[in-house]
């Protein structure tokens, strides 16, 4: 599964997320911002977070810098102001069966960069591509919209 990091939708009140939760009291002061995951299941959330924040048994590391949180314990944290130092929120994900994202690299179909906190949770979202690509040391001007081998 993948998360698109750089479709922004817009901010949420954690307090209209938690507003259901009986032992919880919102703060109107906490936003996250909210960003289109994926095409698959859109209604569900998925918090990409600094790793600095670990929910037991909830948590997914995904590389030293980043982690993974599906619960809503990981946004009454925030709320709390004890939450992960760098967070967003994703609606939904991208998903491949078994083999078919290690395929699509086989074929060149895919462009890979190093994850950076920085691109991902500071820079603005219409600057991501460009800065994923500038770390490669890509022009994206010089690339072509037509596919094939050399």
Excluded: C
């Excluded at 906490?30 to 948590?59: K, T």
């Excluded at 709320?79 to 929120?89: C, D, M, Q, T």
């Excluded at 991902?120 to 040391?137: C, M, P, R, S, T």
Aim: aromatic share 8%; proline share 5%; net charge negative.
């Amino acid at each position: 599964m993948g998360l698109i990091v750089n479709k922004f939708l817009g901010f949420m009140k954690l307090s209209e997320i938690l507003a259901n939760q009986d032992d919880n009291q919102p703060d109107d002061s906490h936003r996250l911002p909210v960003h289109f995951g994926g095409p698959v299941e859109r209604g569900r959330g998925f918090v990409l977070h600094s790793s600095d924040y670990n929910s037991e048994g909830a948590s997914l590391k995904v590389t030293d810098s980043f982690s993974m949180t599906a619960t809503l314990d990981v946004l009454e944290e925030i709320n709390r102001g004890s939450g992960p130092e760098f967070a967003i929120l994703s609606l939904g994900y991208a998903g491949w069966g078994p083999g078919q994202l290690e395929d699509e690299i086989k074929e060149n179909s895919w462009l890979i960069a190093e994850p950076d906190q920085h691109l991902i949770f500071v820079e603005e979202d219409e600057h991501k591509w460009d800065g994923a690509l500038k770390q490669i040391g890509v022009d994206p001007q010089l690339l072509s919209g037509t596919a094939g081998r050399a």
